[in-house]
């Protein structure tokens, strides 16, 4: 799973474990696209966005894993025809690093409905078809090797009779546009940034307790299916605190199970390698180009991007794949906004 329920404190409350988190060249600009609340948690539980959560977009512009801005995403209750009112604020600077700070309210407005902030800005969060695929064998044998420092095991497993977990769930979804302009403002001359996203839940003292943080994707299934408290530990932090608190277990982990293939000389240098590729855990991208994670770069993430075979192959140093493509997800994404597949 890209980031699916992760951790015990995650899966608490679906409505605030982050799924996925997808960052590409829209019709109009650059769009930011976070889904939570997946119906794989179950239907008789709270769907939709927490009434007393926080969903935020963080940025970073000048390389220093610390956010220069922050949109920031509060909901109402869910109304009997499952509508939410939310607001959303801007925060900038300083402010957009203190979860005390107000910012400035750019709308507000309701799920499931187009919300046109001028500028080629525009908003819409609402339940959709989960444009994610993962299968489950593969998935549980890439964490075990790389937990125990072995080759994955997938004796008897056949990619022609390969499932996709996810297909037919699905998930709520906040899609942000907004004009390029704004982002270049914070990025340098190569016009790169990085983002993550938050959850975080209200505490009753008047502060927050962060939930769920997702920058790159499938960092959950490679190390934490088999270590939860990790997985807690890993959405509690922050990027600029990642290389010093895990760059020492990450590259360890992929060290043992790269040895166990045999597919490189110096596997420490290459586990460290890759903690190097993957830490501090945000997602970058060059404002203005097409999206594309894959083996070649990475750079964003579109929603149709083959993310696990190019995570598995890559933390193992060898080909790996999962015998299922995007043909396998039952909703497909669109072209047009809001991207993700409303069902």
């Known amino acids: 799973m890209s980031h699916h329920l992760d951790s015990p404190i995650a899966r608490q409350d679906p409505r605030l474990d982050i799924t996925d988190f997808f960052l590409f060249r829209g019709e109009r600009g650059t769009?930011?696209?976070?889904d939570v609340s997946h119906s794989l948690a179950g239907e008789d539980i709270p769907r939709g966005f927490h009434p007393e959560g926080r969903y935020e977009f963080k940025i970073d512009g000048d390389g220093d894993a610390v956010e220069e801005l922050t949109y920031r995403f509060t909901f109402g209750?869910?109304?009997?025809?499952?509508r939410q009112a939310y607001r959303m604020h801007r925060l900038t600077g300083v402010e957009a690093q203190d979860s005390h700070a107000e910012g400035t309210l750019v709308v507000e407005g309701a799920t499931d409905r187009t919300q046109d902030l001028g500028g080629g800005a525009r908003v819409w969060a609402g339940r959709a078809g989960d444009p994610f695929w993962i299968e489950p064998d593969v998935l549980q044998a890439v964490g075990k090797a790389v937990k125990n420092g072995t080759r994955a095991d997938l004796e008897g497993w056949d990619p022609a009779k390969a499932v996709n977990l996810f297909a037919g769930h699905t998930v709520?979804?906040?899609?942000?546009?907004v004009s390029d302009s704004e982002l270049l403002a914070l990025a340098g001359p190569d016009r790169r940034i990085s983002a993550w996203t938050l959850a975080s839940l209200a505490t009753d003292v008047g502060g927050w307790r962060q939930i769920n943080r997702d920058g790159l994707p499938m960092i959950h299934p490679l190390f934490t299916q088999l270590d939860e408290d990790l997985g807690d530990r890993l959405n509690q932090g922050r990027p600029a605190d990642d290389v010093r608190n895990y760059a020492g277990t990450v590259a360890a982990m992929i060290a043992g199970a790269v040895r166990a293939y045999g597919t490189s000389a110096d596997p420490d240098a290459y586990g460290q390698c890759f903690?190097?590729?993957?830490l501090p855990n945000m997602l970058p991208y060059t404002v203005g180009t097409p999206a594309s994670y894959g083996f070649l770069q990475w750079n964003g993430r579109?929603?149709?991007?083959?993310?696990?075979?190019?995570?598995?192959?890559?933390?193992?140093?060898?080909p790996l794949g999962l015998g299922i493509g995007k043909e396998s997800v039952a909703v497909e994404p669109a072209p047009v906004y809001p991207y993700v597949p409303a069902v």
Do not use: Q
């Open 31 to 34: 769009v930011f696209v976070m």
């Open 77 to 82: 209750e869910r109304g009997p025809d499952g």
């Open 172 to 177: 709520h979804s906040i899609v942000l546009e």
């Open 275 to 278: 903690a190097a590729r993957v």
């Open 302 to 318: 579109a929603l149709t991007d083959n993310a696990p075979d190019v995570m598995f192959s890559t933390a193992l140093n060898t």
